[in-house]
């Protein structure tokens, strides 16, 4: 460095540096004193580092005391004394003396009043929910058992219409029940237009008139046609009877065995009695009212049509579902038997 500049020296020990003015000659140090400040700053060194450690060590040994501190356990609660309430309830003596003879003995359910409410409520909802389905499945089938008895009790009016049963005696018909006859075989019981829905199925089937589609408009046509044939055949056999005084109904025979209550049944289809309800006559107003009826017939069906032809016809059709349902009139009390249903 220059002269000019301001030199720094070796520190002594008040810590100052010792500075000289610029151009002033460096003084010579002595060995000695060279020596001295080097001892000087060693010993200052030594005696920093060993307050540091002190220091150190203290700090650490309060640290740990505190934490020593914290983790003292708290101390344990005293024990508590038994209070009058929890203590356990005296025993009962081991002989305790005997009842009178005529102290009635304690009901079951004095001695355990908790078993009747032991169930739960799930269990005694369970219970009678077992109940009510056994009941409803009870009600249902008497409901099926009816239903079907009275399905299977078609002679009642379902497909045979009135008829005279086989231990109603035969007596002469009055005006009244002759209109009331009248009315039930031709308008008021179901199985006046089932039959006619049925024939009408097979003239649909047979495409007969062919004049006539082959939808539900064409089947409406050809049951019109054969429900209003049946009414006025139905009526003139009706106004004929009357007149006659025949009997217009099936009776059941008296007779047994399947081929004399056959033979009943296909010869009642052409004769009926008289005003004695004892002679046979031949059926002149039924199967005259059926020709009747098919000539009336050509009046709406589709031309050409044959007047005699239909008429013809319409007997022969007399004829045998006539003696098909005699049969079935005849027989439907065998029948329903076999099925289970009450005569």
Sequence with gaps: MGRGAIEEIEFRSTGQPLRRRSGQARAAVPACVSKGNKLGKTFW??????????????????????????????????????????????????????????????????????????????????????DLTIQAAEETRKLGEATLLQLRNWESGWLT???????????????KQRRQIYLQQTLVTPETYLKRMFVAGID???????????????????????????????????????????????????????????????????????????????????????FAGGVISTAWKPHPRNAFAEGGRAMLGQAGYGALLNFFIEFAGDINRKLGAPR
């Excluded at 219409?161 to 005006?175: H, K, M, N, V």
């Excluded at 089937?205 to 408009?217: E, I, L, M």
């Design 45 to 130: 060194d030594a005696r920093s580092l060993w307050t540091t450690f002190v220091i150190a060590v203290f700090l650490m040994l309060s640290c740990m005391s505190g934490w020593g501190q914290d983790q003292t356990p708290p101390p344990a609660p005293a024990p508590q004394q038994p209070s009058q309430q929890d203590a356990p309830p005296p025993k009962a003596p081991e002989n305790p003396p005997p009842k009178p003879p005529d102290a009635p003995s304690s009901s079951p359910s004095e001695n355990h009043p908790k078993e009747e409410g032991s169930s739960s409520p799930a269990q005694a909802a369970a219970e009678k929910t077992k």
């Design 161 to 175: 219409g009135p008829y005279s049963g086989r231990s109603r005696p035969l007596l002469p018909l009055e005006p």
């Design 204 to 290: 649909q089937a047979r495409g007969s008139p062919h004049q006539w589609d082959d939808g539900w408009g064409g089947y409406a046509e050809r049951f019109a046609s054969r429900e209003g044939q049946f009414i006025a055949a139905n009526s003139l056999a009706a106004l004929g009877n009357a007149a006659l005084k025949y009997d217009p109904l099936y009776d059941e025979c008296a007779c047994k065995g399947f081929k004399s209550r056959l033979r009943h049944a296909i010869v009642r289809n052409f004769l009926t009695y008289n005003r004695t309800e004892e002679e046979l006559r031949p059926q002149w107003a039924l199967y005259g009212g059926a």
